[in-house]
């Protein structure tokens, strides 16, 4: 099948990639870019674990075909911090132990980045439905829902830097 | 002294303590491995072909049209795993489960598999695979698998457990009793006796991280195998022993674990994996969908449960008798056993009797889900007790309390209780606030009590001192739920350093003797034993090297807060760990403390929980609204990740009671094999669930720890319907509790 050429910007950096029309975004930033960060739990769009920031919207990246991504700007959790310089939410989450084995995590905290975007101070509720489109199914969610709470603080004190 | 493991009811500075994980900066920045996050030069892609059929002869597979097609480098069916297990009982059915031979036995099974260069043409050959079929009678339902007309699934079945020998083959595989005492007397004393009927449908364990592997299997007979697992030592011994292959000669490595819960203790695509790079000569990368997790890896069972229990009008429990059917797929397993093991063990009980019956149906081969078969069998139980203690108008944790065993009791499955935690669970929950909180318009209120085993086992641990003087432990237990972290602060505690200077791994299954999974909850406590016997070796040689280096008897050489001192009024300074791995050199080479052993004793566990329900009687909905966990960990190691166990448990048990379970369609064809329609808990269904950590020691360890893993599943279903039961006046049977079944319950209550 022919294939065609994808331009992206992934997290800052301009790359390209070759597609075939019916292949999945997630397969792209896996298997050619090897952003690993992003996981593949579903394939169907109901678990979140493949979860990115596109052009300033949560999109789960097995719901969209590669080619549909084309010429946008696309974080992954590898783009929200690194190990040097951690993102609040990512802290937030390594300090309320907001994850066990962590293969949701790096989607419920790309999730969670766009929802402290959307709403900035949001109540338990707020952050109980603004990520139920991410499925955890070790914690019981408690020590997530503490951490981006957490982090929302944080984010909202003066001095704070995101 | 150094083996020793009896408890020492010692205080701890580092165990109880809650430091940061490990592993967290990896999970929080994507860089973490999982199982399909490993790739291998000139690795090939693998895809499985699985009956549509939930019951079918296999009467012909060509394979030669895949095979032609350019790109295709290895197709495999049954022929290129043959039987070499000897027709071991646990070994034949697993191979039997990874390839079908002559039959297909449910929906989802393998029938064969390709490698090829890429994902498409291994897509494209999958289709070109003619496989013939001769369709049989299905059968899913666990009752109607017992009717005599039933379909059978094995001809040469014969229910072992039973004397004399049946005459003709049938679905039970096997039928297992406990107890004691004389139930028909018990049941002469009852005031009141209650018998029902119960049931649970089937759930899978839901681990969001799909099965995965990465194998490479060279001509030579030797390999590697990096697979998410829960335990490796397990995987390469069955694994080896299925390909026929040296078990020294296959090297597994396990990544982090994206979830388990009991579902990845068993094969599935592994030894198919190892198959097909064994016939292409190249790796192979097999990764499983999450429509296939559903449709062929291990759910939990489906049962039917008789349950009688009798009590005195003065609350006593005189008698219970339960025969409890559980599914166990198309082959044998141990699920009724359990389940008729666990279901009286909360209770001190002179006459009880259970029969458990594994049952054979066309579904996919039952595995283990945390604490596997007990909530089911917990459900039944306590259900009933609550309408007892209804019926003779005694409050139901009191009622509990009266009956709850103790030191000394003699367990419903056989052995001699020592010290535990139920009792003091129920006394928590009887002061708990959640008891006397006021409950709103359509709310209700439930408990439940629940137990579980909890294994020991073999494990082997090495701990190595660097030259800097910082220590590494290698384990061989998988760390699921934060155990890096807790054997860190055993072996901190031990050597008497701060835990950041501890790095736990897990060590691939060259670096180890062997070492059983991370199940029944045995990590922690099996690791944890091990590691604290490495630690006391590693000091036991540090204080013979640092009498060479002083020039003095070890025997005036003491350990104390990280360092070795010289016993009485010296002049000589305290060396730190440092100062004498540094010297190592020239005292006699690399420090390190080596341990295997069998951690017998890993103390039973108990847990009480107390759940609010609101009940919407329009649309059956059902929302948790409030909900608490009481629950003996022995010792916490580390107090947040057992409160982890514990919620994590509970949602599990929240989404089984209310949500979850597998639809089978009259063609025997799975109906929900995603996560639209089997539904999870998402994190707007559940409230805050609070926790509360009981410590009785258990005897059997040196710091008095316990499994805490499984049990907080055990309680929920039977929390949750009791506490349905009491918000809507009708009693719950039947598991989930979908709004579907809640009005059924309830136009069948005014009806």
Redo the contacts between chains.
């Keep these: ?1 022919s294939k065609t050429t994808i331009k992206l910007n992934v997290n800052g950096q301009s790359v390209e990639a070759q597609a ?1 029309p019916r292949e999945l975004l997630i397969h792209v930033l896996r298997e050619q870019l090897q ?10 769009s ?2 979140g ?1 493949c979860t990115v920031d596109i052009d300033g919207k949560s999109i789960k990246s097995c719901t969209l075909f590669a080619i549909q991504a084309q010429g946008s700007e696309i974080t ?3 783009g929200l ?3 040097d310089k ?1 993102h609040v939410l ?2 937030k ?3 309320h ?1 907001g ?8 989607g419920m ?1 790309t999730r969670a980045h766009r929802l402290l975007e959307e709403n900035p101070n949001p109540t338990e ?1 707020d ?3 603004g ?15 503490k951490a981006v709470m957490a982090a929302a603080d944080e984010l909202n004190q003066p001095e704070a830097v995101a | 002294m150094n083996d020793d493991p009896a408890y020492t009811g010692q205080t701890f500075k580092s165990v109880g303590t809650r430091p ?2 490990p ?12 199982g ?2 490993f790739t291998m030069p000139g690795q090939l892609a693998g895809l499985v072909l699985r009956s549509p059929h939930a019951h079918a002869t296999i009467k012909k597979i060509d394979i030669s049209k895949a095979e032609a097609l350019p790109g295709v480098k290895a197709v495999v069916t049954s022929q290129d795993l043959p039987d070499v297990t000897g027709g071991d009982r646990e070994l034949l059915p697993i191979l039997e489960n990874c390839m079908a031979r002559k039959k297909a036995f449910y929906d989802g099974h393998a029938v064969a598999a390709v490698a090829a260069i890429d994902m ?1 043409t291994a897509k494209a050959a999958l289709k070109l695979i003619e496989v013939e079929y001769k369709v049989l009678k299905h059968v899913t339902d666990v009752d109607k698998a017992v009717e005599p007309k039933a379909p059978v699934l094995h001809k040469d079945c014969f229910t072992r457990g039973v004397d004399p020998k049946p005459e003709k083959p049938s679905n039970v595989a096997k039928v297992s009793t406990f107890g004691h005492g004389d139930v028909d007397a018990g049941f002469e004393q009852a005031d009141v006796i209650i018998e029902r009927n119960f049931r649970t449908e089937q759930t899978h ?6 099965h995965a592997c990465v194998a490479s299997i060279s001509p030579d007979g030797s390999g590697d195998l990096w697979v998410c697992t829960q335990g490796h030592f397990v995987f390469r011994q069955q694994c080896a022993q299925l390909l026929g292959m040296d078990v020294s000669k296959l090297r597994v490595t396990s990544s ?6 009991g579902g990845k203790t068993h094969l599935w695509l592994e030894p198919v994996a190892m198959a097909l790079s064994r016939k292409a000569n190249r790796p192979v990368k097999l ?1 499983m ?2 429509e296939e997790v559903f449709r062929a890896s291990g759910p939990t069972s489906a049962t039917s449960i008789d349950m009688k229990i009798g009590v005195t009008n003065d609350g006593r429990i005189v008698a219970g008798d339960a025969t409890l059917r559980y599914s166990s797929g198309p082959w044998a397993g141990s699920w009724a056993m359990l389940g008729a093991m666990t279901a009286f063990a909360c209770y001190d009980m002179e006459n009880v009797k259970t029969t458990g019956m594994e049952v054979l149906v066309n579904r996919p081969k039952t595995t283990a889900y945390r604490a596997p078969s007990a909530p089911m069998a917990a459900f039944a139980v306590e259900s009933v007790l609550d309408e007892l203690a209804k019926r003779i108008g005694m409050d139901a944790v009191e009622m509990r309390i009266k009956n709850a065993a103790k030191e000394g009791t003699q367990a419903s499955y056989g052995p001699v209780y020592g010290p535990i935690g139920i009792g003091p669970s129920l006394d928590a929950a009887k002061n708990h606030p959640h008891m006397k909180a006021k409950l709103g318009k359509n709310q209700g209120r439930g408990m439940a009590c629940g137990f579980w085993f909890n294994f020991g086992g073999q494990s082997c641990t090495n701990l190595n001192i660097s030259m800097d003087g910082s220590v590494t432990l290698t384990v061989g237990t998988i760390d ?3 155990a890096r972290a807790s054997l860190s602060l055993c072996v901190a505690e031990e050597l008497g350093i701060p835990y950041e200077q501890v790095k736990t791994v897990i060590g691939d299954t060259g670096t180890l003797g062997y070492n059983e999974m991370t199940d029944g909850s045995r990590g922690t406590f099996a690791s944890s034993m091990s590691a604290i016997m490495s630690a006391r070796k590693a000091i036991d040689e540090m204080r013979h090297r640092a009498a060479k280096m002083w020039e003095i008897s070890p025997d005036d050489v003491i350990w104390e807060d990280g360092h070795a001192r010289a016993a009485g009024d010296t002049n000589l300074p305290p060396l730190s760990i440092a100062d004498i791995a540094a010297a190592a050199e020239k005292s006699g080479g690399p420090i390190a403390g080596h341990t295997q052993l069998v951690a017998d004793g890993a103390g039973v566990s108990f847990a009480t929980h107390i759940c609010d329900v609101e009940v919407d009687p329009e649309t059956g909905s059902t929302r948790v609204v409030r909900y608490t966990v009481i629950q003996d960990a022995g010792k916490a190691v580390h107090p ?2 057992v409160e ?1 166990q514990f ?2 448990g ?3 048990g929240i989404g089984w009671a209310l949500n979850e379970e597998y639809v089978y369609g009259e063609d025997g064809r799975l109906q929900n094999p ?3 329609d089997y539904r ?7 409230p ?2 609070d926790t509360q950590i009981l410590e009785i020691p258990n005897p059997n360890h040196p710091y008095g720890i316990r499994g805490v893993g499984e049990t907080s599943i055990v309680p929920p279903l039977a929390a949750i319907g009791n506490a349905v039961s009491n918000a809507t006046g009708v009693r719950m049977t039947h598991v989930p509790m979908s709004p579907p079944r809640i009005l059924d319950a309830l136009d069948e209550a005014s009806a």
């Excluded at chain 2, 592993?23 to 999982?34: C, L, S």
């Excluded at chain 2, 982090?256 to 819960?261: L, S, T, V």
């Design positions: 099948m075939e952003i690993t960060g992003p996981h593949i739990g579903c394939e169907t109901h678990c674990a992954t959790i590898e911090g690194n190990p951690l990512q802290e989450f390594k300090e132990h994850l066990q084995c962590g293969y949701c995590t790096p905290i509720e952050v109980r439905f990520i139920a489109g991410n499925l955890c199914r070790c914690t019981g969610y408690q020590n997530i829902v | 940061l994980r592993d967290g900066v990896d999970k929080v920045t994507g860089r973490a491995r999982y399909a996050d498409p364990q839901g681990y969001i991280e799909p982090e674990i994206g979830g388990g819960f990764v969908t999450r699921v739920g934060g947040t990740y982890g919620q994590g509970a949602a599990q995603g996560f639209l999870i808990p998402v994190c707007s269904d559940l805050m669930i």
